[in-house]
């Protein structure tokens, strides 16, 4: 069995799911972390280097097992030379609840100074 096979089996317990849900935010932030930093070409090492930080304080934000202060967050987007936008939306009509989302944007690849491009 692969592992979205396995994921798919584990969210049909309501429990799993619940707490699964629960900690979309911050993978969602660690993803766009990894994916910023890596459109960049820097290391983990190289971004603690422009952060005044140990790489591993950088893994443990990309791996979400950690949750940074807003202000930590603010440091990382301006390292990555990215735009910071967090925004709180109402719950959706199912009930299930639609938590923060975080945003990181920088400018896309072939326009530098025109649109954003926006990882979730």
Partial sequence: MNWKEHKKRLLEDPEF???YEALEPEYRLAAALIRLRLAKGLTQEELARLLNTKQESIARLESGSSL??????????DALDAELEIKLRPKDKAGSTSRLI???STPSAGNPGGPTKTFR
């Avoid at 940074?68 to 990382?76: A, Q």
């Fill in 17 to 19: 799911r619940k707490e």
């Fill in 68 to 77: 940074p202060s807003l202000s930590t967050v603010k440091k990382v987007a």
């Fill in 102 to 104: 975080t945003r990181i």
